[in-house]
C-alpha cells in the first residue's frame, strides 16, 4: 500500500492514530512484512521503512511490536518539557498555564499493564526477534514518548513524584545489531529506554528525563555508545546502567539528577566514561561493580544537595562513606576528574563521619590519577521553584568553609592499587604497604623535593 | 489549514517566502496557536508543529516572532560557504567564481535594524515568552540564516571584513526549557546564537563561522551542552560565551580563529571545556573570568598568527602576558591540555616579554596539573589565500627555534593553587611559599629522584 | 522540474531508480544545475537542493558525479547489517536467515570498474570541481552504500573475507568546504570514505564497518571533525587515516576490529586523538607518522587476540616490539590513556619478546604521562560465532596472569622525551640521560617519597 516505503501514521488506513497509534503503526508493520518476500534475487534484501509521526498527540493503546529490521520510526519533535514542575505547580494554578503537556511528535503511552507484573507489557515499543540474524538498524528519531502520569507507590509520595508507573518507552528484548536512538524525548515513563544484548548500539542526542529509570542496557552487549545525551533519572533508578558489556563508550553526556546513580556499570569491562557532567544529590554518583579494565576519565562530578521543596528528605539510601565513584573492580584508570561535594556538614551521614570522594571496594591494580577534589560546607537552602533553585544552587560562588574529606579510601579487600596525586596524604587512607601512593604535593613540599631533586 | 501540523514556507497561502519568509512563518505560527486550543481533555496537549523550509532563497524581511512551545523549523541544508574569502577575491574576478553566496536551506536576513539599536530589533527569529511554564523544545534544525554583508565600523577596514551589521541569526530572549539548534549554518551576522536563561540547551553539531560572535549563552542557565560544533568568530566576538550558567558542557567542538576568545566564561561554576580542539591568532584563547569549580581538559590550543592578509595587523587587544589561558576564580582544574605556542619572537607585546601560557589572576585552589606546552619562534608569513595559509602554517612542522615561555603565571591575587607537571621550574613563575609546586622533571632530575625512592 | 529543490528519486520522470539510482541522480543534479541560472541579483544565490532516497533497494550502475554546491542526499536509514556474519553462515543455512542483506535507504554498488586500475572509477558517489570557490556543504545523511560482495585477492581467503572489490563509498577529489557525512551507513565496500583536501569537514554519528577501509582523509586539510561513529575496517586497511592535516578533531569514536590500525595519521600536526575507545586484534593501532604536536588523550586501546575462526591467523604484519601507539614525530602530548594488552603469551612476536605499549619511534619532546598499562596473559580461544566470539572475549574478568610488556621504549632516534608516571622503572625503555623519567611509583615509593618531604 506504500510504494516506496514511507508511511505516515495519519494517513494510514487502518486505526485512528489519534486514538491508538499502536494499531496504526502494527498494521504498517504487517504491511512492510507482507511487502517485503523478495530476497537475494539480483542481491536484492527487505529493505524496511520508514513511519513518520507528524508533531500531534497519539495515544497509544496497543504495544507496538517490531520484528522486522531497518524500521525507522520518526517525528519532528522531541517535545520534553517538564511534567514534574507542572504537577507540583497548586492545581489551581494550572488554568494560567501556557501547556499543561508534552509536545511534538508524541505518543501518550495509554497501554495496559501486565497483570502478571511482567515489565515488558508495559513498553510502548516492543522490540522481539529470535533466530538469526540479529534485528538490524530499527531506528528511532525525533519523537516524544510520554507515560503521562505516575502512580502511588505506597510511600507517601504524591502519586505524580514517585516515578513508578510500570510504563516502558522502548523495550529490545533480543540481540540486536546497529540500533539507533537519536533526538528522541522521553518524559514520565517508568524506563525510558531498556535494551538488552546490543551490539553497536548508538543512544545519541535525545532528551531522557523525569524517568524512572533512563538508559538501561542489561543482558550483555559489546561496542556501544552512549554519547551526547542530557539525562536524569528519579531517586530510586539509574541513569545510566550497564551490565556485561565491554568497549561501551559513555562520553558526552550531562546527566542530571536525581537518579539514584549517574552512572552504574555492573560486569562491564574496557568501557569509558569519559568526559561527562554529572551532577547528583546523593553519593554513588558512578558505580563500577564488579567491572575491570575501564577507563573513567576527564567527567565533572558534582554532588550537592536537593533544593526543590517537594524532593527534600529523600534519598538514594547511600551514606557518604559510599563515595562518589565506587570501584569493585580491577585494573581501572581513574584519571584526571573534578569533584565537587558541596554538602551541608550537618546533614553528613554517619553523623559526624567524613565523606569520601573516590571509593575503591575490592579488586587490585587500579590507578587513580590527577584527580582533583573540592568540598565545601555550605547551609542547605531550598526552593519551591525547581529551576530557580538549582541555577541558584549551580551558581552560588561559594565564600564557603572548606569541608574535611577523604579523597580516595582503600578497603582492605582491594589492594596493590597507585594513587597519584589525588588528594594530600591525610586525605587518602590507604594501606601504604599494599597500595603504590605519592601525595599531591602541598604547600611547603616543594622545597623539599626541589633540593633532592637538584 | 493543516491537518498533520507540518507546513511547508512554500506552500502556504499567506505571504510570499522568497520575499519575506518572515511573514510567511508569522502566520504560519499564527495558524498553530488558533488551532491549539484542546488542553487537557483526556491528557491532550498543544504538539506544536513543525515548519519546512526546502533547499532555496528566502528573504526575511520581518522578524519572526516564536513564543509557542514545540516548535521545530528545518530545513535540507546548512548551506555554507565561505562569504569572507569571496568578499575579498578582487571584484573583477567574481564573474569566475562557481557561486557567490551560500545556499541550502537560506534564510537571507533583510530585516530592517532597530533605530534604538536595540539589539534584540535585528534578530532574524526572536523567542520570547513570559509567564509559565517556560517556552519548550523549539528546534532549529539543519538551514541557513544569512546576514549578508557586514558594514562600516568607523575603522577603516573594509565593510565586508567588519564583522559588524547590527543582525542576528536566533534571540532566545525570555527563559526556556530544552531547546535544539542541531545542524544549523549561521554567516555573516553580527551574531548568530544569543540566548538568554537556558535550561538543558542543546547547541550540538552545527556550523557557526564568520560571525561577530557565534554563541552567547547570557543572563544565567544551567544543565546545557555546546557539543561537536564547528565555529569561528570574529576579533572583537565571542566563539563560545556563557555567564553566570551551572552544569554547562562545553566539549568537542572544533574552534577557528578568529574569535577575540575561543570560550569565554564569565561567572560560570561547574562545567566542563573539555576535549576541543581551540585555534586561535591572539592571547586570550580561554578565559574565566569569576569562574569557579570548573574542568577545563584534555584540550588541544593552538595560538599562531594570522596568516591572510585581509586580516594582517588585526588583534584583540591583549598582550602575550595575558596567557593563552586565564583564570579568575577558585577550585577550578586544568588537566591534560596541550599546547602549542607558534609565534614571531619579533612580535611579542609588550616587547621582549617572555609570553604566558596558563595565567592565574586571582582566585584559590585551582589545581592544575599535567599541561604539556610546546612553545617555537617562527618567522610569519602570510598569504593572500585564506584556506592555503591557513594550511600551510598548521603543517609547518617546525624544525624552528624554541621559544621560551612562562608555563605557569600565578599572580599575587591568587593563592593555594597547586601546580604540578605543567612546567620546569624555571617556567613556573609563583610564590612558592603560598602555592603547591612539582616542577616537570628535565632531563637528570631523575637520577636523584630515583635515588631516594630506593 | 522541481518547484522547491526537493527530489526524489522514486519520482523523477528520468531513468529508473531501482535498476540504475546513478542515472536519476545525474538527471537531477543536471536539472538543478540548469534551473540554477541566477547569480547575486538582490543578494540571490544557487541555493542546491536535496535529493531524497526513499528506503528501498536501489542498485547504481552509474557513477554519480557531484560538482554542484549545497546539494544534501538523504535517506530514511543507514541499513547496517552484517555481511561479514551471514558470508560465513553456511550456505545451506540461509534459507533460514530472516534476511540476507543490509536495507534502509540502500545503495547497492554495481558500477564497473576501471579497466586502469583508477580508484576514483569505481566510486558510487564521485564529487568533484575544479575553480573557486571550492566545492561547499554538500551533505550525505542517512543512507546505506553496500558494495555487495569481495572479491578474491589471491591469498586463498575466501572471496568474501578479502575486504577487495575495488568499490569505493563516497570519493572526494578537489578541494572542499563545510562537507557534512551524517548518520550514513557503509558497508562491503573496499573503500568507504575517501576525502582530499577536506576544510571544515564534520564526519558525525556513522556506522562505517566491514569495509577495506573506513574514513581516509588524503592530500590535506585542515579544521575538520571526526567524531561519534561506529567505525571498523578490514585487517589490509585503516579505519581512521590523515595525513596532511592539521586542526583535525578526533573524538568519541567506537573504533572496532579489524583494521590494520585504528588511528593512523601520517604528517599531521596540532590535532587531537581524544576519548576514542579504540579496538585491534593487531599491533599498531594508533600510529603518529612523522606528525608533531599532536594530543593522545582518554583514549581507551583494547589490543586482543581475533576470536572469530575465519579470521583466525590474519593479522596486519606487525609484531609485537611495534607497540599499540606508534609515535614518529616531535612535541605530541600522549596522557590519561588506557591500554589494555590482553595476549597469549605464546602468540607474541618474536617469540619470547616483551610486547611494547607506546613507541617513541623518532623526534623530540613528546609528553607522555599519566597512562596506565594494563597486560594480561591469556590462553586464546575462538568461536564460530562472530558476536559471541567478541562478547565472551570483552567479558572475561581476566583472573590471568601478569604480563610483562615495555610500557615505553624510546628509541635512539627519540629524546627529549618526558616519560611521567605511565611505567614502572623496569617497565620504561628509555635513556635516562636524553629523557625526562619519572616512574610511576610503586608500592614501598611512597615511603621514601613521603620521608624526604616532610
Excluded at 212 to 221: A, D, H, P, Q, V
Excluded at 324 to 343: M, P
Excluded at 369 to 381: F, Y
Amino acid at each position: 500500500m506504500s510504494s516506496n516505503n514511507c508511511y505516515d501514521v495519519t494517513t494510514w488506513p487502518v486505526g485512528n492514530p489519534s486514538e491508538d497509534v499502536g494499531e496504526v503503526i502494527n498494521s504498517i508493520i504487517a504491511d512492510i512484512k507482507a511487502r517485503q518476500t523478495v530476497t537475494d534475487v539480483n542481491n536484492g534484501g527487505k529493505p524496511g521503512a520508514v513511519i513518520y509521526i507528524p508533531p500531534g498527540d497519539y495515544h497509544l493503546r496497543t504495544q507496538v511490536v517490531i520484528d522486522v529490521s531497518f524500521l525507522r520510526i520518526q517525528g519532528s519533535g522531541h517535545g520534553f518539557t517538564s511534567s514534574s514542575i507542572r504537577f507540583n505547580v497548586p492545581e489551581e494554578e494550572w488554568v494560567g498555564l501556557h501547556e499543561l503537556w508534552p509536545g511534538g511528535s508524541r505518543i501518550l503511552v495509554d497501554i495496559p499493564l501486565g497483570e502478571d507484573g511482567e515489565e515488558s507489557k508495559g513498553a510502548a515499543f516492543y522490540v522481539a526477534r529470535s533466530g538469526s540474524p540479529r534485528i538490524s538498524s530499527i531506528e528511532f528519531s525525533n519523537f516524544c514518548i510520554d507515560g503521562l502520569h505516575f502512580t502511588p507507590d505506597g510511600s507517601g509520595m504524591p502519586p505524580e513524584n514517585t516515578y513508578v508507573n510500570g510504563k516502558t518507552g522502548i523495550y529490545v528484548a533480543d540481540a540486536n545489531d546497529s540500533f539507533r536512538v537519536n533526538g528522541m524525548g522521553f518524559v514520565y515513563l517508568e524506563n525510558a529506554l531498556t535494551v538488552y544484548k546490543a551490539d553497536a548500539l548508538s543512544i545519541h542526542d535525545n532528551f531522557i528525563a523525569e524517568c524512572g529509570s533512563c538508559i538501561e542496557l542489561r543482558g550483555w552487549g559489546q561496542a556501544s555508545k552512549i554519547t551526547d545525551n542530557l539525562v536524569g533519572a528519579g531517586p530510586k533508578g539509574h541513569s545510566i546502567y550497564a551490565e556485561n558489556h565491554g568497549g561501551l563508550l559513555i562520553t558526552a553526556n550531562n546527566v542530571f539528577p536525581r537518579g539514584a546513580s549517574s552512572v552504574h556499570l555492573n560486569g562491564v569491562t574496557r568501557s569509558s566514561i569519559t568526559n561527562n557532567r554529572l551532577h547528583s544529590f546523593y553519593p554513588g554518583m558512578v558505580i563500577l561493580a564488579n567491572s575491570s579494565e575501564n577507563l573513567v576519565a576527564t567527567n565533572h562530578f558534582l554532588r550537592d544537595h536537593e533544593p526543590w521543596t517537594p524532593f527534600l528528605g529523600v534519598d538514594n539510601g547511600l551514606d557518604d562513606l559510599n563515595g562518589l565513584l565506587r570501584v569493585s573492580g580491577s585494573n581501572n584508570t581513574v584519571v584526571a576528574n573534578h569533584f565537587s561535594q558541596i554538602i551541608d556538614s550537618e546533614s553528613i551521614r554517619p553523623a559526624g563521619a567524613t565523606p569520601v570522594i573516590i571509593r575503591l571496594k575490592a579488586g587490585v591494580a587500579n590507578f587513580v590519577s590527577n584527580n582533583h577534589v573540592v568540598a565545601m560546607d555550605v547551609h542547605s537552602t531550598s526552593s519551591d521553584s525547581c529551576f530557580e533553585a538549582q541555577v541558584d544552587a549551580l551558581l552560588t560562588t561559594q565564600a564557603a568553609d572548606s569541608l574535611a574529606v577523604t579523597a580516595v579510601m582503600v578497603d582492605s579487600e582491594s589492594a596493590r592499587n597507585t594513587i597519584l596525586d589525588s588528594g594530600s596524604d591525610a586525605q587518602v587512607i590507604a594501606d601504604r604497604a599494599l597500595n603504590a601512593f605519592r601525595a599531591t604535593p602541598t604547600v611547603g613540599f616543594q622545597a623539599a623535593h626541589a633540593f633532592v631533586a637538584q
